[in-house]
């Protein structure tokens, strides 16, 4: 089974860019559908944007779409999540998860990955 662990979380002020890191082990995720959930004081968890593994297409969030996108090299198993022009309604803890394969159409809810990380926090100040 996968292991993942969130590295690049920070303070950052608005209009700002971060990369997060999500190193995975204990499996190669080239055949993982990999995604980034976040979760706000006070709020569920929600989707903010995942990459499939057939063909490694991907799919966000409206409120993200254009400003975060989402890459992996599987070379050295790491998905990594690059956010631009930041706002503080992004502020929040930020998870890595994996699905081994799947079946597609169902990615963008919580319940479809049965790997997570810990997260990382992602502050964005005003």
């Known amino acids: 089974q996968v292991q993942l662990v969130e590295f690049g979380g920070g303070l950052v002020q608005t209009g700002g860019s971060l990369r997060l890191s999500c190193a995975a082990s204990g499996a190669t995720i080239s055949s993982y559908t990999m995604a980034w959930f976040r979760q706000a004081p006070g709020k569920e968890r929600e989707f903010v944007i995942t990459s499939r593994w057939s063909g490694s297409s991907t799919s966000s969030a409206d409120s993200v779409k254009g400003r975060f996108t989402i890459s992996r090299d599987n070379a050295v198993n790491t998905v990594y999540l690059q956010m631009n022009s930041l706002k503080p309604e992004d502020t929040g803890v930020y998870y890595c998860?994996?699905?081994?394969?799947?079946?597609?159409?169902?990615?963008?809810?919580?319940?479809?990955?049965?790997?997570w990380g810990q997260g990382t926090q992602v502050t964005v100040s005003s």
């Open positions: 998860a994996a699905r081994y394969r799947g079946v597609l159409g169902y990615e963008r809810g919580a319940t479809f990955y049965d790997r």
